[in-house]
């Protein structure tokens, strides 16, 4: 349990995933242009994660283990989230059109978000547990979410900022998750595993 | 010149600066930022990603009438992921240093956005030899980002450059010189980045690219 528990709480705060580690940063300059998408697509992201983490472990423990394939890990995680993200998205698609609707946009942009991948790797090479691995996996989409939204919060009022020229659009995006990420330093070594 | 070299020559400096896929598309941020922290292991990345990059443009350009459109793009990424799988035990067998100082970010090739968007966007329709100079257009520029940044991060965040092994790390400010430790650390790679960019954005606006 008080694994569990700080695995949540350094993958969120101080490890997170896009701030401290840069996994999902394309996507997080993307997407957080307005506070709904930031929301829609975190929601997608804590989904396939979860799903993809889960999937990937019992794939990597139980198949590629005992027949000595882990060389083919790259090749089978990443094909595996590419078809789970559109088995969701057909499954989302029929059980739940209003699910569908606000999400659905932002599956087929998950496939090259590296996070995903990132933690279903981590999650190997860290040699956590099943239920540690979706915890993690859970934890880091959070992080990921938190920076999501707090960066759609500040973008929305950088519109109406004055500025250089120069700086306009992505430039000024980056030096505010910059300061952002100086910001979530100050959790750095809090805790650690 | 004759009309195929100069088409070449286009579709080969077209990726190093008019179309950057740093800093005119805004791919491939996540080992941009990651292994920054010094020239050479931004240089390597570079090399990791441009070989990736090359011979998978190549592979899909020679399969391009063969791949049902429908499911191009997980054909593209189990090609992809065949040759990041090769680099990985590449650099793993040669580069050890290497390999542990890029870690899980080696792998993480298989979800660069600059691959996956030349394949799509280039690769999947051109013949062969134009294909492979855009792939190596691309690489060179996406190298070129990579080494820029990690220059200012390296000298600026350690106030070295050829780091981080001792032996040939030149220290180019003297002893007695404070680096800003901001910028080996990860806000320091955004900063950097942001500030880089708009450098860059000046500089094409004046000079008209």
Redesign the interface.
Known sequence: METLLSIVFIYIFVDNFVLHRFFGVCPFLGVSRKMDTAIGMSMAVIFVMAMATLVTWLLYTYVLVPFNLSYLQIVTFILVIASLVQLVEIVLRKISPTLYQGLGIFLPLITTNCAVMAVALLAVRQEFSLVESVVFAIAAAIGFSLALVIMAGIRERLELAKMPDVLQGSAVTLITAGILSMAFLGFKGMLSL | MSKETSLYLKDFTRGILKENPVFVA?????PL??VTGFIVNGFGMGMAAMAVLVASSLVVSLLRNYIPPQVR??CF??I???F??VI??VLQAFQPVLYEALG?FV??I????VI?GRLEAFSSKKPVARSFFDAVGAGIGFTLALVLLAAVREIVGHGTILGPDPESAIHLFGPNFEPMA?FA???????A???L???V??LM?RFNI
């Open positions: 805004l791919l491939g941020m996540c930022l990651g793009i997980p990424i189990a992809i992921a065949t990041v799988t990985d035990m899980v792998p993480l298989v979800a660069n956005c996956l901001l650390l990860p806000p320091g790679a955004f900063i980045l942001g500030l960019l708009a450098v954005n000046m606006k």
